[in-house]
Nanobody, 124 residues
């Protein structure tokens, strides 16, 4: 079992930055592919970014590529999402997730463990 707790959300003006953190506990963090997802009101959950267990492979949604950066610190059992040049359309609840799959995936159903989420609001 893996527990995930997100932090770092908040209110920011368009063009600003936020850094989300996802602290994990339980089974060996370094063996999991980690992902970030978001869900805006009235919309389905969507993939944002994923990172391999080594931290050397990444995948980003087209909507965030070049603005967001995913990273992980296996010594601290934490994954991060640095969000720059934020836009109002980035407003959502952001959740981190862990998958036991060997390679990264964009499908939410492929992720085994989820955090509760943290709210990110970008004002125009």
């Amino acid at each position: 079992q893996v527990q995930l707790v997100e932090s770092g959300g908040g209110l920011v003006q368009a063009g600003g930055s936020l850094r989300l953190s996802c602290a994990t506990s339980g089974r060996t963090f370094s063996s999991y592919v980690m992902g970030w997802f978001r869900q805006a009101p009235g919309k389905e959950r969507e993939f944002v970014a994923a990172i391999s267990w080594t931290g050397r492979s990444f995948d980003y949604a087209n909507s965030v590529r070049g603005r967001f950066t995913i990273s992980r610190d296996n010594a601290k059992n934490t994954v991060y999402l640095q969000m720059n040049s934020l836009k109002p359309e980035d407003t959502a609840v952001y959740s981190c997730a862990a998958t036991e799959r060997v390679v990264g995936t964009r499908a939410p159903n492929d992720y085994n463990y989820w955090g509760q989420g943290t709210q990110v609001t970008v004002s125009s």
